[in-house]
């Protein structure tokens, strides 16, 4: 089934005939006690809010989180937001759309990324950081192919497939400036391994077939810990391959690197175990604060459909942002018919 209208480009009064996934679905109750369902559909330009009053309960077992579905409506703005009132609903098999329709991606090519990666690891220079970097990132296949889909987060900034690789890329080229131009004060080997693996274990902490969620490992354990558990067990299996090392790994090394994954949410209330007692960790902590930031706000700037130099309310920020001449370019290739 062809997908020709897509989400972003849905006006007030518009008919909507299109496929889309369901990315949240609940049963609600009306004011007048009447039973009504509030849905969240997506498709890759975008997401948009939904609802079905009438005829809910022949809705209820179809309308469910991860499906796609045939939709028949129209489109009406409601309190300031667009919003599909659904008429017909109806149920479609996987080998009936094409996957890639539905998800965001990142704007740039994940094979491409995950070279320029491999080209920061090739650069490292202590035998240790780097033998460790090659047995994460080229020995272990799960963990490239994962690498190359996964979004960095369900909402918050690069949540988009690729969206992790994008964010670590980004962040180590930032981290590989700013070790030249510090010099000595900072081991550019430890920067890395921070810009690789601080969120590595987001790869297991969310699902990403279809709707980004949190997994049964994310919920309980998390990306930090996550991340450090991986780091345990890789060393494990260097140690254990004769050659792959010079000696024993070094403790103190070990703990560098697992205190930077720890801390680089800086604070105990953002889920650091520990604040950045190492130039790195803070460093490391500071860039990847930067780098979401940046692109939480590109995008929220790209997806504004306000007219006018100034996009709607943003509520994470809490301002309106200042949109400049390539707000209104179309994104890139990848991201839109
Ligand atoms: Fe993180
Ligand atoms: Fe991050």
């Not at 129209?74 to 599909?84: E, V």
């Not at 009936?96 to 491409?112: G, M, T, V, W």
């Not at 080997?189 to 969120?199: M, P, S």
């Not at 902590?285 to 995008?299: E, P, Q, W």
Request: contains cysteine; negative net charge; charged residues 30%.
């Amino acid at each position: 089934m062809q997908k020709n209208q897509y989400i972003r480009d849905l006006k007030d009064k518009d008919t909507v005939q299109s496929p889309f996934l369901i990315k949240f679905s609940a049963t609600q109750v009306g004011k007048n006690g009447k039973p009504y369902m509030n849905l969240i559909f997506q498709d890759k330009s975008g997401e948009i809010e939904a609802r079905i009053w009438e005829d809910v309960s022949q809705h209820v077992g179809q309308a469910v989180k991860d499906s796609f579905v045939l939709v028949e409506g129209r489109c009406q703005m409601y309190q300031g937001r667009k919003q599909i009132v659904v008429n017909r609903l109806q149920i479609l098999r996987e080998d009936e759309i094409l996957p890639k329709d539905y998800l965001a991606e990142s704007e740039l090519d994940p094979d491409a990324l995950y070279s320029t990666l491999l080209g920061f690891v090739d650069s490292m220079s202590d035998p240790y950081y780097k033998a460790l970097a090659e047995a994460v990132l080229k020995d272990d296949k799960e963990i490239t192919d994962r690498v190359k889909r996964a979004p960095a987060a369900k909402s918050m900034h690069h949540a988009y497939k690729t969206g992790l690789l994008e964010h670590v890329v980004s962040i180590t080229g930032i981290l590989d400036s700013l070790s030249s131009h510090y010099g000595k004060y900072l081991d550019r080997d430890l920067l890395f391994l921070g810009g690789f693996f601080h969120d590595i274990g987001k790869i297991w902490e969310l699902s990403y077939d279809r709707t980004t969620d949190y997994t049964m490992e994310g919920k309980l354990i998390g990306h930090l810990v996550m991340g450090v558990e991986l780091v345990d067990k890789k060393i494990r299996e260097l140690e254990a391959q004769p050659g792959r090392l010079p000696g024993a790994f070094p403790e103190e090394k070990k703990l560098l690197v697992k205190h930077v994954i720890l801390a680089h949410h800086g604070q105990y209330e953002y889920g650091s175990p520990k604040r950045p007692k190492c130039l790195e960790a803070l460093v490391v902590h500071m860039v990847d604060d930067l780098d979401s930031k940046v692109n939480a706000i590109k995008t929220f700037i790209q997806a504004d459909q306000a007219p006018g130099r100034w996009t709607g309310l943003n509520r994470a920020y809490e301002r309106f942002f200042f949109k400049p001449d390539w707000a209104f370019e179309p994104k890139g290739e990848n991201n839109q018919e």
